[in-house]
């Protein structure tokens, strides 16, 4: 887990799954929203890493929130079943400088479908 973790075992309020190719950016993007910082250089991801962070709401409520950030490339898809599990929300993100990570979205999103029929998507164009 990341330094935002917090050392816990318990059960988040709510699980973000965030998906699509390699180098789409989803890593700097969860690094900059949960950490709120930005380091120029990072290798891949390496099949997943988790987050937890406590979001505050608006009324005071604190919700603990994981993120699982996964490795988009094509050697950890035996991997992603066992990510979908108990995901209440889907994260795609795509590369508006390389078509092909759009393209792609179509894959990333049967998959998906696949496993968590009904969850909320969320389509993100990084970079």
Known sequence: MSSSSKE?????????IVIGDAAVGKSKMIERFLEDDFNNFRLSTHALTLYRKDVVLGDGKVVKTDVWDTGGQEKFNSLHASYYFQADVAIMVFDVTRKCT???LK????????HCEEIPVILVANK
């Open 102 to 104: 759009y393209i792609n």
């Open 8 to 16: 816990t075992t318990d059960d988040p309020d709510i699980k973000i």
């Open 107 to 114: 894959t990333w999103y049967e998959e998906l479908r696949q």
